[in-house]
Every structure is written in C-alpha cells, then in structure tokens.
C-alpha cells in the first residue's frame, strides 16, 4: 500500500522543539524529493522545507531558516523535520509529500500547537 505516516507532532511551549516524522511505504522513497508543508487554519498550505532524493540539498522557506531542519533517511524510508525555537505562529497541520516528475503523493497530517 502507497502511503506516507506522519508522526510526532502536539502541543509544546514557546521556544521548544519537536521532531516530526514521515514514514514512507509502497514505493521506492529514495528516489523521492520530500518537501514539508504546513497549514494554518484560514490560511494557504505553505512549502516549509525540502530535501532532494539523496538528500544532498535543502531547501528552506524564510519563516524557518536557521529554525528548522529536514533530513532524511533512505535506508528507513523516512523524512524528519527538526523543529527548534518554535513560535506560536509555526501553529498548524504539518503534511509531508512525496514529489517525482507527474507522481505526487501526502500524508495525512499532524497537527503542531505551540502555546504557553
């Protein structure tokens, strides 16, 4: 079964960290580019950050450089983003995607609150 697991997101105090998880299944991951995004409520999915198949670059959106890290392991199937210094705005539905030519495939989400 195709499919991506997001795991690891919930509540946490201004300033402190998560690690999110995305465990892939059913296809071949590494030759996959992985993205993060993340959804606000009443605002647009935005690209969070990104990670070639090999893992060979990154890429981040401004909102969380220096803040946040995506990484990969191709060997587990699985794409992380670490999460540091977290701001009540970084609040929202974090989603992973699956990204190769015509080929697009998400998870189902895993909320992220960041509140005192």
């Known amino acids: 079964q195709v499919q991506l697991v997001e795991s690891g997101g919930g509540l946490v105090q201004p300033g402190g960290s998560l690690r999110l998880s995305c465990a892939a299944s059913?296809?071949?991951?590494?030759?996959?580019?992985m993205r993060w995004y993340r959804q606000a409520p009443g605002k647009e999915r935005e690209l969070v950050a990104h990670?070639?198949?090999?893992?060979?670059?990154?890429t981040y959106a401004d909102s969380v450089k220096g803040r946040f890290t995506i990484s990969r392991d191709n060997a587990k199937n699985t794409v992380y983003l670490q999460m540091d210094r977290l701001k009540p705005e970084d609040t929202a539905v974090y989603y992973c995607?699956?990204?190769?030519?015509?080929?697009?495939?998400w998870g189902q989400g895993t909320q992220v609150t960041v509140s005192s």
């Open positions: 059913g296809f071949t991951f590494s030759t996959y580019t």
């Open positions: 990670i070639t198949s090999s893992g060979g670059s990154t």
């Open positions: 995607k699956a990204v190769k030519a015509f080929s697009n495939l």
